[in-house]
């Protein structure tokens, strides 16, 4: 289901999914990610901010009208992230307050990262309900 709805939100922006050994590593590819601006990097946390799909589909289009080059959105490790990784997120996402598996949070979020991109694009795929 990963692979589909990345696949499918190639269709509207360059998506991959990369998996790592460990936040550090995670970390240190977020850095070698700046382009002309830092990577903006969304940490999941279900202790984070909680948006709607419009609110979080408003919030990616306002990062590429303002010239962000690469958006990094990444489910944290077993224990949860550790205050360097905090420290270092522009935005902590919550999916709700209910603690998921960490696959099934990647499926719940790359499938809303598919749908923001639908709800910017005016597509019918997201009837609002
Ligand atoms: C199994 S959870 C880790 C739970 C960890 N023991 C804790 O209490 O923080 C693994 C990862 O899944 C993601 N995750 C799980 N539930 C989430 C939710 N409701 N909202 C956002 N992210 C969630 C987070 O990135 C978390 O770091």
Same mark, same amino acid.
């Given at each position: 289901?990963?692979?589909?709805?990345?696949?499918?939100?190639?269709?509207?922006?360059?998506?991959?999914?990369?998996?790592?050994?460990?936040?550090?590593?995670?970390?240190?590819?977020?850095?070698?990610?700046?382009?002309?601006?830092?990577?903006?990097?969304?940490?999941?946390?279900?202790?984070?901010?909680?948006?709607?799909?419009?609110?979080?589909?408003?919030?990616?289009?306002?990062?590429?009208?303002?010239?962000?080059? *690469?958006?990094? +959105?990444?489910?944290?490790? %077993?224990?949860?992230?550790?205050? =360097?990784?905090?420290? !270092? /997120?522009?935005?902590? @996402?919550?999916?709700? *307050?209910?603690? +998921?598996?960490?696959?099934? %949070?990647?499926?719940?979020?790359? =499938?809303?990262?598919? !749908? /923001?991109?639908?709800? @910017?694009?005016?597509?019918?795929?997201?009837?609002?309900?």
């Amino acid at each position: 289901m990963i692979e589909e709805y990345v696949k499918r939100t190639t269709r509207h922006s360059p998506c991959e999914s990369e998996l790592f050994d460990s936040e550090a590593a995670l970390l240190d590819w977020v850095d070698r990610q700046a382009g002309r601006t830092p990577a903006y990097a969304i940490l999941l946390d279900s202790r984070g901010k909680e948006y709607s799909s419009e609110e979080f589909a408003g919030q990616i289009g306002r990062l590429r009208d303002e010239g962000t080059q *690469r958006l990094v +959105l990444a489910i944290g490790p %077993a224990d949860g992230w550790s205050p =360097e990784a905090r420290q !270092r /997120a522009d935005l902590l @996402l919550s999916l709700g *307050r209910m603690t +998921l598996p960490h696959q099934l %949070a990647r499926v719940v979020l790359a =499938e809303q990262v598919y !749908r /923001a991109f639908t709800i @910017l694009a005016g597509h019918p795929y997201h009837s609002g309900h």
